[in-house]
């Protein structure tokens, strides 16, 4: 019996060895400088990542695979090693790349979700725009505009993904010809994105100044002065709204008043880019 014993004691100190080791290859990226492990080739790493599934990894080591199949782009094997992941916000997460990856935009943005990472989200199609991937941004952000209507809880969220879309929808824009018919629906496309943003949120200045810059660009200046007034008045201290009333008045033909409302705006913040640029549109207006 005691024998017996002393044979499962020593298997178990022999898997949890194994366990060890295996981790230890697995992590070899992560190893402090000296380590035996930084030495381990690269080629047994992976023969480790495509061990048949067995026992359950320790919870570190499978989200470590995970993210190591989906850095080198073997869908297939972060596919397998997120399957064997106990639920989780990580999990949710890696299964929200994969998903992106594979180009399933919606199924990406109800993992996101489902791990709680509204952050990560913005980072990522902040990602795709920095890498000049711009429809696939849209698309992104499209998808997640859908996942969070569908949740009455989260119109704050909705509102800053309306606001995200807006900026999206004028970088498509100013890539196009001026004036063409292709930008012209670009830029009421962010419009509309903008327009719903103040809806959910109308307290919020940066949503009422961006649908008023919007509604100055394709024309509309009555409205833009309205929304200008809007922001304005939730920020009286704010240079921008008085520098877009400037614009209205500049475009309506009214260059003394445009010239009054670029001093008052150039009094509280001279370096804002909206006062300099009216500056520099009175400074070539007749």
């Known amino acids: 019996m005691r024998l ?5 004691i020593a298997l178990l100190l022999l898997a949890l060895g194994s366990v060890q080791v295996l981790s230890s290859i697995a992590l070899r990226a ?3 400088r000296g380590s ?3 030495f381990v080739p690269a080629a047994v790493g992976a023969w480790v990542d495509r061990l048949p599934p067995g026992p359950p990894l320790p919870p570190a080591l499978g989200l470590v695979l995970a993210r190591n199949a989906l850095a080198a782009g073997d869908l297939v094997l972060a596919q397998r090693d997120i399957d064997r992941l106990a639920p989780s916000r990580d999990r949710s997460a890696l299964a929200g790349r994969l998903a992106e990856a594979r180009g399933d935009s919606a199924t990406a943005v109800s993992d996101y979700l489902a791990a709680s990472d509204l952050s990560g989200l913005e980072r990522r199609i902040r990602e795709l725009v920095d890498a000049g991937k711009i429809p696939a941004a849209l698309e992104l952000q499209r998808a997640a505009i859908a996942k969070l209507s569908g949740d009455r809880t989260q119109s704050d969220a909705l509102a800053r993904a309306y606001f995200a879309l807006g900026r999206l929808e004028e970088t498509a824009a100013y890539a196009l010809a001026v004036g063409s018919p292709e930008r012209h629906a670009r830029e009421l496309d962010s419009l509309d994105a903008y327009r719903n943003a103040v809806g959910l949120a109308p307290l919020d200045e ?3 100044l961006a649908y008023a810059n919007q509604l100055l660009n394709v024309g509309e200046l009555e409205a833009a002065q309205r929304s200008f007034v809007r922001a304005r008045d939730l920020d009286p201290a704010s240079a921008e709204p008085l520098a877009g009333l400037g614009e209205v008045a500049l475009r309506q033909g009214n260059v003394p008043r445009a010239r009054v409302l670029l001093n008052r705006a150039g009094s509280i913040d001279p370096k804002s880019n909206a006062v300099r640029r009216l500056a ?3 400074g070539s207006a007749r």
């Not at 017996?4 to 499962?8: D, E, P």
């Open 30 to 32: 992560s190893a402090q």
């Open 36 to 38: 035996w492990v930084q």
């Open 4 to 8: 017996l014993a002393g044979i499962a």
């Open 280 to 282: 520099r549109e009175l």
């Open 206 to 208: 940066s949503n009422a």
